[in-house]
């Protein structure tokens, strides 16, 4: 079993930066990818961010693509996700998630790749 915790959130005003993190642990831990997905209330998950362990290559939402960057850490199996001028629409709970190495065409921006994920960190942007 993996775990998932994150860290980083908080309440900030329009403009300022904040970085979220999220470590793993568990026996095991061998990650296709990593990613971040947010949830506003009233509203649907949706992707933020992912990483795919090997290379690292990266994807983002169209809304953050320029504010945010996710990176990793693999000695520390962390990954973070740097989010620069932060607007009030960005006020979520954020989560990370980790997705199995395993054969499928599900995309790292759909939310059923992923097989763990975090408690979930609030981050709340004030006007």
């Known amino acids: 079993q993996v775990q998932l915790v994150e860290s980083g959130g908080g309440l900030v005003q329009a403009g300022d930066a904040l970085r979220l993190s999220c470590t793993a642990s568990?026996?095991?831990?061998?990650?296709?990818?990593m990613g971040w997905f947010r949830q506003a209330p009233g509203k649907e998950r949706e992707f933020v961010s992912a990483?795919?362990?090997?290379?690292?290559?990266?994807y983002y939402a169209d809304s953050v693509r320029g504010r945010f960057t996710i990176s990793r850490d693999s000695p520390k199996k962390t990954v973070y996700l740097q989010m620069d001028t932060l607007k009030p629409e960005d006020t979520a709970g954020y989560y990370c998630?980790?997705?199995?190495?395993?054969?499928?065409?599900?995309?790292?921006?759909?939310?059923?790749?992923?097989?763990?994920w975090g408690q979930g960190t609030q981050v709340t942007v004030s006007s």
């Open positions: 998630a980790a997705a199995k190495i395993k054969p499928t065409i599900v995309a790292v921006t759909s939310t059923s790749r992923y097989d763990y």
């Open positions: 568990g026996r095991t831990f061998s990650a296709y990818a």
């Open positions: 990483i795919k362990w090997s290379g690292g290559s990266t």
